[in-house]
């Protein structure tokens, strides 16, 4: 595979790995099978994200505003999965991928929904504080 690829692949793994454990808090178990759990982990991250870099402290926490389509909402995860534009801020490319996200803010939107969104990155874990349909 080529280089490019590879690293893909890794942070796909390692990006999906946190989220699950960031999520409920405790070691990552089988989720249950559901429709939109199963929608959640199908798309959770796809895109070039050869470009994507993390913040260079994996400590400092970066805020960010992004647009985008709620492709799927875990509520027993407690994960949103937003297929959105580039993310300045995060130098991330536009990619689908789930975020940790309090019931608030599942609440607040439904699949389909075309939405304007906050974001506290720190390392390679992401929530979003806030979103509003557009």
């Given at each position: 595979?080529?280089?490019?690829?590879?690293?893909?692949?890794?942070?796909?793994?390692?990006?999906?790995?946190?989220?699950?454990?960031?999520?409920?808090?405790?070691?990552?178990?089988?989720?249950?099978?559901?429709?939109?759990?199963?929608?959640?982990?199908?798309?959770?991250?796809?895109?070039?994200?050869?470009?994507?870099?993390?913040?260079?402290?994996?400590?400092?926490?970066?805020?960010?505003?992004?647009?985008?389509?709620?492709?799927?909402?875990?509520?027993?995860?407690?994960?949103?999965?937003?297929?959105?534009?580039?993310?300045?801020?995060?130098?991330?490319?536009?990619?689908?991928?789930?975020?940790?996200?309090?019931?608030?803010?599942?609440?607040?939107v439904k699949v389909g929904d075309?939405?304007?969104?906050?974001?506290?990155?720190?390392?390679?874990?992401?929530?979003?504080?806030?979103?509003?349909?557009?």
């Amino acid at each position: 595979m080529k280089e490019k690829t590879m690293n893909h692949v890794r942070l796909t793994i390692a990006l999906g790995l946190a989220a699950l454990t960031a999520a409920c808090g405790k070691k990552a178990e089988a989720p249950v099978a559901t429709e939109t759990n199963e929608a959640a982990h199908a798309a959770t991250m796809s895109g070039d994200m050869g470009n994507m870099s993390m913040a260079p402290d994996a400590n400092a926490a970066i805020k960010a505003k992004g647009h985008g389509t709620v492709t799927a909402i875990d509520k027993a995860a407690g994960t949103i999965t937003l297929d959105h534009g580039p993310i300045p801020e995060a130098k991330w490319p536009a990619m689908t991928m789930a975020f940790k996200a309090a019931p608030s803010i599942t609440d607040a939107v439904k699949v389909g929904d075309k939405v304007d969104f906050d974001l506290s990155l720190k390392g390679s874990d992401g929530e979003v504080t806030a979103i509003a349909k557009q």
